[in-house]
């Protein structure tokens, strides 16, 4: 891999023209030339880094909601409580574009609050759960479709719930509801939303413990951690993990103190970062944890956060890493300050508060254009009640044009938010590798962007974090990205029309996407059962690079009746190692085969009657498995020959317009399958 460092000087032009030379940080090597680009700034619609800007206020004051980022840009507002305590049927969009909200008309079907909105990937958004406007919770969802700007449902759930979680599944789609409080107890329900079917389902098993105000991160392997919380007896410290390819649920390592409203956030390197809470004895905590997943177990920060709080909103900061601690509640009373968690330092800072301190707010990010800053609207203020005011909080980023690199390919780097004109320093960790740095000049927007570098075609399956450094700004930006196969996606069959088997031995057909660097590349398919079981599976060679494929398995006779998943992988290697990604869609197959049986006459064929010039019909019909063909045939000598008549194969014979030579002839259906 080429490491090269460079420097930018931005010429006097309406845009900053870059040219960078790059050199090795490893001894005296000669100077290279990379890139020549144009660098066009981001629109300054935020304020300094670190502080919050006032923006438009909300149409009716609200707190409890939630914010959702749709694919189009604008953000998703939806119901919370108003100034009564009631749950809010009402909607509203924000465009950052104009930095105004607009309310949406018609209103939803069921007014809620404190439930979860989770964008799907078909775009559309799940909102579940909640409160209703009596107080009590909800056993209804609603989807909210940017295309219509309309909000269809109630959608029965298996479970009336609140303060549960809601996480997307993002290997195939589907959301996960855990936990959360009927109104009397709290649960060990779980259950998923399919976007294809538009239902829900209960998972077979539960929560091994019922726990209601907990937290839930998404694991970088699939796999859900649920932790804390409470149930009757008070706060929580046990913790698990939902596997959602087996359907399974394990107790982990607990976390250090027992919390209840806390906040969960993943971190870049893929832990966890747990903050805050009330304990079993109802007080509020200032410490926070790392949950590990290759050790599933938990490590308490030497750090204290700079406040206790409870019920507040802790978020990793998109494009940067940090995390950011906003609102709730010390003693009873509000926390007007604002910090933030470090991973970089492992420690914690406090940054510009809003103008107006706010529990209970709604948060969202942005996409490009508007990166760097994350939206506060709504909430409560320290008398509960809702606010109208959002207020915008700005923050450097760094981030890359892509989020995997096939080998050889050459990673774009870039970043807004920083001063104008900043010395930018840009730390490259390498897993395997020494680390090296660059440099690169903000422009006058205090953006930038530049090729860094090239990774190696030798190179796959690798992992980079990078960290870039302001020293005006006094902030740090992280961005991983990897060197590997870029994605295996499975096409057909769906879990919306599965492939339905009635009689074994039987072929299904799977097929894909996949994109791949050069070098080796393979795929193998397979129909999995319970417990991830592989029924059947074949492979074969893949083109490299881009493309789509499709491979044949072989389901045996035998296979018992029931659901089964199917599964690819598409596998790479080149150079110095294999890389592989995988994409399962669950329920994908159903095999059901009935007992063979042989044709059983149900319906025998009546004598006709029929005048000269009239038509004659006769019927007939059959049962067994599988579905028994028919063949009439005529016999013209009172049965002793009988003969097929062409055409003749449906459960009814017409004969037209029978002449007199054709009376007396004698017909049958005779009914056939494989067991007879």
């Not at 006032?54 to 409890?64: A, T, Y």
């Not at 009590?136 to 969802?141: E, K, L, R, S, V």
Request: aromatic letters at 6%.
């Amino acid at each position: 891999m080429t490491h090269a460092m460079g420097k930018g000087h931005m010429q006097k032009a309406k845009r900053a023209l870059y040219l960078f030379f790059l050199r090795s940080l490893y001894g005296l090597r000669s100077w290279s030339f990379l890139a020549i680009l144009f660098l066009i700034a981001s629109p300054l619609w935020g304020g300094q880094p670190g502080t919050f800007t006032p923006k438009g206020n909300l149409n009716q004051s609200r707190g409890g909601h939630t914010a959702t980022l749709l694919p189009n840009g604008t953000v998703l507002i939806v119901g919370g409580k108003d100034a009564s305590g009631r749950s809010m049927a009402t909607a509203e969009i924000f465009d950052p574009a104009t930095g105004q909200y607009t309310e949406l008309l018609p209103t939803l079907p069921v007014p809620v609050s404190g439930h979860t909105a989770t964008l799907l990937k078909n775009g559309t958004v799940l909102i579940a759960g909640g409160v209703a406007e009596s107080g009590t919770p909800i056993g209804f969802a609603q989807v909210f479709d940017p295309a219509t700007s309309t909000f269809s449902g109630p959608k029965l759930m298996a479970v009336s719930r609140s303060e549960h979680t809601a996480t997307l599944l993002t290997k195939d789609g589907r959301v996960l509801i855990a936990g959360g409080t009927d109104g009397s107890a709290s649960l060990a329900d779980l259950e998923l939303y399919d976007q294809d079917t538009g239902s829900f389902s209960r998972v077979p098993t539960t929560l091994q413990v019922a726990r209601r105000s907990h937290t839930a991160a998404l694991l970088d392997d699939g796999t859900v951690l649920l932790a804390g919380g409470s149930d009757p007896a008070g706060a929580l410290s046990s913790a698990e993990l939902y596997n959602p390819a087996a359907n399974t649920v394990v107790a982990v390592g607990s976390l250090n103190a027992p919390r209840m409203q806390a906040s969960a956030a993943l971190l870049l390197n893929g832990t966890v970062f747990v903050a805050g809470g009330k304990n079993f004895q109802g007080e509020d905590l200032n410490s926070a944890e790392i949950y590990d997943p290759p050790t599933k177990s938990f490590t308490q920060l030497a750090a204290l956060m700079t406040s206790p709080r409870s019920g507040h909103v802790g978020v990793t900061l998109q494009d940067n890493g940090k995390v950011l601690l906003l609102g709730g509640t010390n003693a009873g009373q509000l926390v007007t300050g604002v910090e933030l968690y470090d991973p970089v330092t492992g420690t914690f800072r406090t940054v510009g508060a809003p103008a107006t301190a706010r529990t209970r707010a709604a948060t969202n990010f942005f996409a490009v254009p508007y990166t760097g800053g994350m939206l506060a609207s709504g909430g409560q203020d320290a008398n509960q009640n809702p606010l109208a005011s959002s207020e915008l909080f700005s923050y450097p980023t760094l981030r890359t044009d892509k989020q995997d690199y096939p080998p050889g390919y050459v990673v774009r780097m870039l970043g807004e938010g920083w001063q104008p004109n900043e010395e930018i320093s840009i730390l490259i960790h390498e897993t395997g590798n020494p680390d090296f740095t660059m440099v690169v000049s903000a422009d006058a927007a205090g953006a930038f962007a530049f090729d860094a570098f090239q990774t190696q075609s030798k190179d796959i399956g690798m992992s980079f974090l990078a960290t870039a450094s302001g020293p005006q700004t006094n902030w740090t930006a992280q961005a991983r990205f990897t060197d590997s196969v870029t994605s295996a996606t499975i096409t057909s069959p769906t879990t919306g029309s599965p492939v339905t088997v009635t009689a074994l031995p039987a072929n299904v057909t799977i097929s894909f996407n996949y994109s791949t660097s050069a070098g080796s590349t393979t795929g193998q398919a397979s129909i999995e059962g319970s417990g991830n079981t592989t029924v059947a599976s074949n492979s074969k060679s893949l083109t490299p690079g881009t493309g789509s494929d499709s491979i044949t398995v072989t389901i045996p006779a035998g296979t018992a009746n029931g659901s089964y998943n199917a599964k690819v992988q598409v596998n790479n290697s080149t150079g110095s190692g294999p890389n592989n990604k995988t994409d399962t869609q669950s329920a994908a197959v159903i095999v059901n085969v009935v007992a063979c049986t042989a044709p059983s006459i149900t319906t025998n064929p009546s004598n006709q009657t029929v005048e000269y010039g009239q038509n004659a019909t006769f019927s007939a019909a059959a049962s067994g498995n599988p579905t028994p063909t028919v063949q009439w045939q005529v016999s013209t000598n009172g049965g002793t020959i009988w003969s097929d008549i062409s055409g003749a194969t449906s459960t009814t014979l017409t004969v037209t317009a029978p002449t007199v030579a054709q009376s007396g002839n004698k017909y049958r259906a005779v009914f056939t399958n494989s067991c007879g």
